[in-house]
Structures are given as structure tokens and as C-alpha cells.
């Protein structure tokens, strides 16, 4: 795997482990009422609505907002990171890395 690839994922995976972030996620689903914002099914993911990368992660206006936070289902997630084209599901399928519970990315099994 590329290095830079590696230390950018640790940078994102710490963030995603931080109290911080832990409160917010609760605050977003307890304010969603654990529902996904797109389908009405149980939320399983907090979603960035502006994606976190490693240069926006430290800012707590995009990683900690609030107003930046989705609570959605797994299948909605995916939707959101590949698209809603025809052939965004077959585009999962292909991409090696999805989204753990807790909305970090992690490499496919």
C-alpha cells in the first residue's frame, strides 16, 4: 500500500476513535432519532456530508459539525461515497475499502 495512502488513513482512524467524535455521533443519531435520513430504515453510519480527508479532519467546523452530520443506513451510505448512477452499486462492489460502523474506511474482507 502507498505510505502516504497509510498515514493519511491513521490520521482519519484517529479521528474516528476520539471522544470528541464519539459524542457528536451520539448527539447526531439521538437528534435523527437512529433513523436514516434518506430511506427511514435504523442509521448505522454518521456521515460527513462534507467528506473529511486529512486536511479538513482538524477543523471541528467540518468534522465536528453538526449541521455537517447525516445519520444514515449502511445500503444510503454507500449510495452517498459511490453515487446514485446506474452503476454506483457495481462501482462498491469493484472498490476494495468500505465503511465500518463507525464510518471509517477499512479494506473489504
Not at 500500500?1 to 482512524?13: A, T
Not at 433513523?35 to 460527513?48: F, R, T
Not at 469493484?94 to 471509517?104: I, K, L
Request: aromatic content about 6%; overall charge positive.
Amino acid at each position: 500500500m502507498n505510505r502516504d495512502y497509510i498515514e493519511r488513513r491513521n490520521k482519519l482512524n484517529k479521528f474516528y476513535k476520539s471522544k470528541p467524535w464519539r459524542d457528536v455521533r451520539e448527539v447526531a443519531l439521538k437528534r435523527d432519532k437512529y433513523l436514516c435520513q434518506d430511506c427511514g430504515k435504523p442509521a448505522e453510519h454518521v456521515h460527513h456530508i462534507t467528506h473529511l480527508n486529512e486536511l479538513n479532519v482538524g477543523d471541528a467546523n467540518v468534522s465536528l459539525n453538526l449541521n455537517n452530520l447525516v445519520c444514515l443506513c449502511h445500503r444510503c451510505h454507500d449510495k452517498r461515497h459511490t453515487g446514485e448512477h446506474a452503476n454506483g452499486r457495481r462501482m462498491q462492489e469493484n472498490n476494495p475499502y468500505t465503511f465500518d460502523a463507525n464510518g471509517m474506511l477499512i479494506p473489504k474482507a
